[in-house]
């Protein structure tokens, strides 16, 4: 089983970047899915969760307006469209498949976890 990131980069500050994550092994349509980041330094975040229908949806606070959580069961995916980016958005973004049907900011709550992207904004 395995979880997949991509789409990370170096971008300028007011750049878009969209992130995917790509199920094998397993599907992942019964499960709640979200994006965690982690700059240097510093804790793994909750940026983003969705249910396992695509339901619902939950962002960071600071997060709300810029970045959008989607996800496509057909296909096993799912996306982290990201707008207007900033430099303190830099940093590795890992998508995270949960135990049950809905997201958690709760990490301990994720069994599986992709290997991270790193998202770079300069300034």
């Known amino acids: 089983v395995q979880l997949q990131a991509s789409g990370g980069g170096l971008v300028q500050a007011g750049a878009s970047l969209r992130l995917s994550c790509a199920a094998s092994g397993r599907r992942f349509s019964n499960n709640g899915m979200a994006w965690f980041r982690q700059a240097p330094g510093k804790e793994r975040q909750f940026v983003a969760g969705?249910?396992?229908?695509?339901?619902?949806?939950h962002y960071a606070d600071s997060l709300k307006g810029r970045f959008t959580i989607s996800r496509d069961n057909a296909k096993n995916r799912m996306y982290l469209q990201m707008n207007s980016l900033k430099p303190e958005d830099t940093a590795v973004y890992y998508c995270a498949a949960a135990r049950g049907a809905s997201y958690s900011v709760d990490r301990s709550l994720y069994n599986y976890w992709g290997q991270g992207t790193l998202v770079t904004v300069s300034s």
């Open positions: 969705i249910s396992w229908n695509g339901g619902f949806s």
